[in-house]
């Protein structure tokens, strides 16, 4: 397994664009869960899924954005018209059920620059 | 979820141990305390956890108080690939999301 991947890493897009991303976990995870970090801010939660149910999320998670994690395998998080203040970076992680070892294994991120 | 806080930045002169606190007052006896570092542009990697007794591994040591509403992580010998964003956080995956401070920005100097 080679740990959790996000696509793309990277992301520039026109305010008013949708955009989209996909988060892969580490395989035997039930758990996902995604993060949105500025510069300067440690990462701030948005949502997270148990298996194929979104379990909670945040009250930073507006209208615009919709998370869905079909199957229960990888995981979407998608923004409808971006606007400036969407600009971050998007983390993705993912845990076993249990008390896993290392708790949160995090992905690279996708970095998203609305201009 | 716990709260956590630390300092905002550190410094540390490389080949000396580095001694990064956390206060975690609000922690449960259900959540273990990791410690993750990140490096600018990546993901949070994990470095340490612990519930009660203090732990070692080939990173770092990681001193929890008795009362678990504190914690300090040392590195024992600080290289400048330490300088990074260091986040003390409480997990208990079983339990759902957590949160995360702004963590401490420890700079190594040479």
């Known amino acids: 397994d080679t740990g959790v991947s996000q696509n793309p890493r990277h992301k520039i897009t026109k305010r008013g664009q949708n955009v989209t991303f996909r988060c892969d976990p580490i395989?035997?995870?039930?758990?996902l869960y995604w993060y949105r970090q500025t510069l300067g801010q440690g990462p701030e939660f948005l949502t997270y899924?148990?298996?194929?149910?979104?379990?909670?999320k945040s009250r930073l998670l507006s209208d615009r954005f919709s998370a869905e994690r079909p199957k229960g395998s990888f995981s979407t998080l998608e923004i409808q018209r971006t606007e400036q203040g969407d600009s971050a970076m998007y983390l993705c992680a993912s845990s076993p059920m249990g008390q896993g070892y290392y708790g949160y294994t995090f992905g690279s991120g996708t970095r998203l620059t609305v201009v | 979820d716990a709260k956590t806080t630390q300092p905002p930045s550190m410094d540390c002169a490389e080949g000396r141990a580095a001694n990064l606190p956390c206060n975690h007052s609000?922690?449960?006896?259900?959540?273990?305390v990791y410690w993750y570092r990140q490096i600018h542009s990546q993901g949070p990697q994990y470095i340490i956890h612990?519930?009660?007794n203090n732990e070692t591994n080939e990173m770092a040591s990681l001193i929890i108080t008795e009362d678990r509403k504190s914690s300090t992580l040392i590195l024992p010998h600080a290289t400048l690939r330490d300088t990074a964003v260091y986040y003390c956080i409480g997990i208990n995956t079983n339990a759902g999301k957590s949160t995360f401070g702004d963590g401490t920005t420890l700079t190594v100097k040479p």
């Open positions: 612990g519930l009660k």
């Open positions: 899924f148990q298996n194929e149910a979104q379990l909670e």
């Open positions: 395989s035997e995870h039930n758990r």
């Open positions: 609000t922690i449960s006896g259900n959540e273990y």
